[in-house]
């Protein structure tokens, strides 16, 4: 199952977006390619 979790956009950098979980503070890198 998944945790529903919401996520705060930061930035881009290049093809990478860069996100922030809002509960635990981590930030997450997503990359399109």
Same mark, same amino acid.
Do not use: P
């Given at each position: 199952? %998944?945790?529903?979790? +919401?996520? !705060?956009? %930061? /930035?881009s950098s290049g093809s !990478?977006?860069v996100l922030?979980? #809002? +509960? +635990? /503070?981590?930030?997450? #890198? %997503? !990359?399109?390619?």
């Amino acid at each position: 199952y %998944l945790d529903k979790r +919401t996520y !705060e956009y %930061l /930035y881009s950098s290049g093809s !990478e977006h860069v996100l922030m979980d #809002t +509960t +635990t /503070y981590d930030q997450i #890198t %997503l !990359e399109f390619a």
